[in-house]
């Protein structure tokens, strides 16, 4: 997939773009990032790429000349670019949007800087407009490259584990479960006992009553959404008895033990003397 990227600050992309999971995604030619400076598309003698909003006002407005020369000159490649102009007034980025886009060959982000871009671009130059949320950033750039992240990592052969992006949140609405690694005991911390069992199905419905209970009590919204089958109740319920006992900070006695959750103290499989 292609990504090409029109900025006034070419710069900013380079690290983030170079390193890591992108980085080596380019690498292996399974994502290309190409970011053009949009100064080199104005034509006038002192490339100019902003002016003086009309009807006055502060700041000052991103020229339609140099935005749509650019824009017109990639349109005429192939194959050709799915135009988003990254902006707050457009609709708010989402897991969802990251897997359309990711069926995209090639798309174009357009940086707006300053008050942003002149309205006549906006409307009748681009295919799509996005947020990444509810805040005014300086430019689109950071935008631009929280979808370039989102989108190529969705690409398959890019994580190299498919089954990552497809369990994942917000493919289905819900928080991810916590994830511990080693120590397995951390200045006095231990982990959820369940996890050392070696009983994949006990650790499969742990993860899920967790992740249930997680989102439950960060995004009610989300969780308002839901549509709980009789097991999820029942492993939501075991969440939640598990993590009371969990926040009382005290040992469940041995009626609560079930077989299942026990996560004792702190939490903590590591701490044998706790026991
Ligand atoms: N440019 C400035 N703020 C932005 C935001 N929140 N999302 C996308 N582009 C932006």
Sequence with gaps: MIFDILT??????????????????QARGLVEVR??????????KHQMTDDRPFGGGEGMV???????????????????PW??????????????????????????????????????????????????GDYVLTGGELAAMVLTDAVARLIPGVL???????????????????QYTRPRDFRGQGIPEILLSGNHEAIESW???????RTRQRRPDLFAKLILSRRDEE?????????????????????????????????????ESQR
């Design 83 to 132: 135009v988003v102009l990254l902006t707050p007034q457009g609709r708010l980025f989402s897991q969802a949007i990251a897997w359309e886009l990711s069926h995209k060959t090639r798309v174009l982000f357009i940086c707006g800087r300053y008050e942003g871009v002149d309205e006549r671009v906006a409307e009748y130059y681009t295919d799509d407009q996005i947020s990444i």
């Design 207 to 213: 993860r899920r009553g967790q992740a249930l209970y």
């Design 235 to 271: 492993l939501l319920r075991r969440a939640e008895e598990e993590n009371e006992i969990h926040s009382r900070k005290s040992v469940p006695t041995d009626d609560q033990e079930n077989g299942f959750a026990l996560c004792r103290i702190g939490a903590l499989s590591g701490s």
């Design 160 to 178: 190299g584990n498919e089954a990552s992006t497809a369990t994942e949140s917000f493919n289905e609405p819900i928080l991810e479960h916590p």
């Design 8 to 25: 006034l600050f070419p710069a900013m992309f380079a690290a983030p773009m170079g390193q890591s999971i992108l980085g080596k995604a």
């Design 62 to 80: 991103m020229k339609p000349e140099p935005l749509v020369s650019a824009i017109e000159s990639l349109q005429q490649e192939t194959p050709r």
């Design 35 to 44: 970011v053009h400076n949009i100064r080199d598309y104005a034509t006038d």
